[in-house]
Nanobody, 126 residues
């Protein structure tokens, strides 16, 4: 059974940090790019960051560049999203997703992703 399980969300004050984890199972993790997406109330889901399956290339939304860092540990089948300098605008449910294809600059196209987790809530208070 394919599973992506997010963890690490919570409530934090503006300026604080959180590290999200995405633990994968049930598929060949090394073959997949992994992306993080988020959805705030009454807003569309948006791409936050992605990391490729092969050379570890990383991609970020402009809104999080310089604040968030994505990384992966293939030995643990886990991807991390380190979030620093959090802002109230970062409040959302964060999802990780797995993509077998190579999207490059189109990493943010959510419909291309094959598997999704259930999400973890991140709330940033002002």
């Amino acid at each position: 059974e394919v599973q992506l399980v997010e963890s690490g969300g919570g409530l934090v004050q503006a300026g604080g940090s959180l590290r999200l984890s995405c633990a994968a199972s049930g598929f060949t993790f090394d073959d997949y790019a992994i992306g993080w997406f988020r959805q705030a109330p009454e807003k569309e889901r948006e791409g936050v960051s992605s990391i490729s399956r092969s050379d570890g290339s990383t991609y970020y939304a402009d809104s999080v560049k310089g604040r968030f860092t994505i990384s992966r540990d293939n030995a643990k089948n886990t991807v991390y999203l380190q979030m620093n300098s959090l802002e109230p605008e970062d409040t959302a449910v964060y999802y990780c997703a797995a993509d077998l294809g190579f999207r490059g600059e189109y990493w943010y196209l959510s419909y291309e992703y094959d598997y999704w987790g259930q999400g973890t809530q991140v709330t940033v208070s002002s």
